[in-house]
């Protein structure tokens, strides 16, 4: 039995809580994620290389925090009422929630940031929604600036990229 395994089966057992229309899926995705994350981390050699690995990550985390932390200061009060803990939580929901895409409404980031700032912190909708929209522009979206004149530096169009698709595809 591998050893990765265990937490695994642990995790999936919280699923049982769920209905099971959902059950099963929610495993089966559970499941692969969990695989995946355990075969990366074996894949790291050394204890050395796992705190290079992680000296990294915290490079960068730190900026991220940052300037999440400056934009709710920003936005004066209650929004700099939040303290480090929220704001981390706040970041970890904006995360989160970039990995749905909601039909219509776009990306779940801006609705999940938005659900934490009301219901959990208590900030009004509006202020809500333009930290929203905003911490989507810094945290996101600035990649932009120096990675379209990257891109065209390297050749990249927008006829290039529908070409890839295709083939790809």
């Known amino acids: 039995r591998n050893n990765a395994s265990v937490p695994i089966n642990v995790l999936l057992g919280f699923a049982r809580a769920l209905p099971e229309r959902y059950r099963s899926k929610f495993q089966r995705m559970l499941r692969r994620v969990l695989e995946n994350f355990t075969a990366t981390l074996a894949s790291i050699e050394s204890i050395s290389s796992f705190v290079v690995c992680a000296a990294f990550s915290v490079l960068v985390w730190i900026p991220v925090i940052l300037t999440y932390w400056t934009v709710t200061r920003a936005f004066g009060w209650p929004m700099s009422s939040l303290g480090l803990g929220g704001v981390v939580l706040l970041m970890a929901a904006s995360i ?46 600035i990649v932009l600036i120096p990675g379209l004149p990257l891109a065209a530096r390297e050749g990249l ?3 290039r990229l529908r070409y890839m698709v295709k083939t790809e595809g």
């Open 157 to 159: 169009s927008w006829q």
């Open 96 to 141: 989160t929630g970039s990995l749905a895409q909601l039909p219509a409404v776009g990306g779940g980031t801006q609705l999940a940031t938005v659900l934490v700032l009301t219901k959990l912190f208590g900030i009004p909708l509006e202020i809500a929604t333009t930290a929203a929209i905003l911490l989507w522009v810094m945290g996101f979206m």
